[in-house]
């Protein structure tokens, strides 16, 4: 069988895990012995079985010298659940073909494999491997949440009438697409005015969804009581995110945040979501919180939709506020990563150029 149509493989089954592992890794496991495969497993959900031990479990015959398929290094170290490389060894694997080295300081998993006489291959699609986990590998290098911005706009570059009016910029497919979007972050963050003005339930609709972690930036503590988020059915919590040291006037927990300049300490609130195990966060506020994560150098990626139509007006309201740049060289740089449409709408993904993995 073809090693890297296996290791594909074992990234089909990594894929399972999106929007479930929270800061863990996206990890499928595929084993093989005499060219048939005989087992295969991923990591389901945060603190339960790795995808190594996922895969001896369904084992179809005794994996005593077959090869091991695995997108990244197996575990060393006691966490949640027990080391993989012990179960590795103890299964009698020969051969361990892995596409990407964990970067986790306290995985050393293959020189434990390579002690115990097993042969390791390494850096099979190794890029693919990163691209499937760069939320995992931007949170080992950076040590905050992965941050993306989503926005609708007009061709005039245009978020809302002057009135505030957004229903809807965007057609019907690229709302869907929405919140498939929100089902692979772990959380979702919105500023007081959106949370006002639109009461969403910032919740995924789609079939077999997966509702992020909700939170309101609100600095004051100035939301009304009866907001449609508080009152959501979900497995996931909603949060409001202040620096005001009133006491709490609403039925979810606060996160008690610095103050900065009298507004939330964006760094300060990133610091204590990814201490709450939220790797990623997707962004979906207006003008004023868009430019507060951009301004503060926050914004690994852009999802800018783009819709055909026209609002015109110099009342109107652009995706960010505040004073914007004074030079050109001086401009925010985004490189391009994917065009695509929906329907009449076209969705840009831009990346930051000043991160990498």
Not at 49 to 74: C, I, M, Q, W
Not at 170 to 190: M, T
Not at 298 to 325: A, H, N, Q
């Amino acid at each position: 069988m073809n090693d890297e149509k296996l290791m594909k493989r074992t990234f089909e089954l990594a894929k399972k895990g999106e929007g479930k592992v929270l800061t863990n890794p996206m990890v499928g496991a595929v084993i093989v012995k005499n060219n048939k495969i005989i087992g295969e497993g991923y990591h389901h959900n945060y603190g339960n079985l790795h995808a190594e031990r996922d895969a001896f479990n369904n084992l179809t015959e005794d994996a005593k010298g077959a090869s091991l398929y695995v997108n990244l290094e197996p575990c060393s170290h006691q966490g949640k659940q027990p080391p993989c490389v012990d179960e590795v060894i103890r299964q009698g694997i020969s051969k361990v073909y892995i596409s990407n080295i964990d970067t986790n300081p306290k995985v050393d998993g293959i020189k434990k494999l390579k002690d115990h006489g097993i042969e390791v291959y390494t850096g099979l699609l190794e890029e693919e491997g990163k691209k499937l986990n760069e939320v995992f590998f931007y949170n080992m290098k950076y040590n905050r949440p992965f941050i993306s911005l989503k926005y609708a706009m007009t061709l005039d570059g245009k978020i809302a009438c002057a009135n505030g009016d957004s229903k809807w910029i965007s057609n019907e497919k690229s709302r869907e697409h929405v919140h498939k979007l929100r089902s692979k972050y772990d959380a979702i963050i919105v500023g007081k005015t959106t949370a006002i003005h639109d009461n969403p339930s910032l919740n995924s609709r789609i079939e077999a969804g997966i509702d992020p972690v909700r939170i309101i930036i609100d600095s004051k503590l100035e939301l009304p009581e009866d907001l449609k988020v508080f009152d959501l059915e979900s497995d996931k919590k909603t949060y409001v995110a202040t620096c005001s040291d009133k006491e709490n006037p609403y039925k979810v927990d606060l996160i008690r945040c610095k103050d900065k300049n009298g507004q939330v300490d964006i760094n300060d609130l990133l610091y204590k979501l990814y201490a709450m195990n939220i790797g990623s966060v997707l962004v979906e506020g207006g003008s004023h919180i868009n430019n507060t994560f951009l301004e503060a150098d926050l914004v690994d990626r852009i999802y800018e939709f783009i819709s055909p139509k026209i609002i015109s007006g110099e009342r109107t309201l652009s995706p960010f506020t505040g004073k914007g740049c004074e030079f050109m060289s001086d401009a925010y740089k985004f490189d391009i990563e994917n065009v695509s449409m929906f329907d009449t709408d076209i969705l840009i993904e831009a990346k930051n150029v000043h991160w990498n993995i």
